[in-house]
């Protein structure tokens, strides 16, 4: 059984920075690390991810400004988030699982998830 706990949210201002981690249990390697966020009354969509094989995708909207990082000595995965805008706010999801590109931003591709670290962004 994989545990998943993000650390690292809070508040902060239009333009600033936060760095988002998740303390894996199990071994990192074994699976592809996602990071997810859900705004209120919105859908959970994705955000990025890092592939077991070292490749990173982002969506379109974060492109450019986060930044996804994996440290397989400390078994975390990072969120480096910069020229944060108000629409990034939202409840920060790190999960873990087995993807294909064609599935890697449905939430059901993902089998463990964490509790969530709130991001918000306002002045």
């Known amino acids: 059984q994989v545990q998943l706990v993000e650390s690292g949210g809070g508040l902060v201002q239009p333009g600033g920075s936060l760095r988002l981690s998740c303390a894996v249990s199990g071994r990192i390697s074994d699976y592809d690390m996602a990071w997810f966020r859900q705004a209120p009354g919105k859908e959970r969509e994705f955000v990025a991810v890092?592939?077991?094989?070292?490749?990173?995708y982002y969506d379109d909207s974060v492109k450019g400004r986060f930044t996804i990082s994996r440290d397989r000595a400390k078994n975390t995965v990072d969120l480096q988030m910069n020229n944060l805008k108000a629409e990034d706010t939202g409840l920060y999801y790190c999960?873990?699982?087995?993807?294909?590109?064609?599935?890697?931003?449905?939430?059901?591709?993902?089998?463990?998830w964490g509790q969530g670290t709130q991001v918000t962004v306002s002045s």
């Open positions: 890092f592939r077991r094989n070292n490749i990173k």
């Open positions: 999960a873990a699982g087995s993807m294909i590109l064609s599935n890697m931003r449905r939430i059901e591709t993902y089998n463990y």
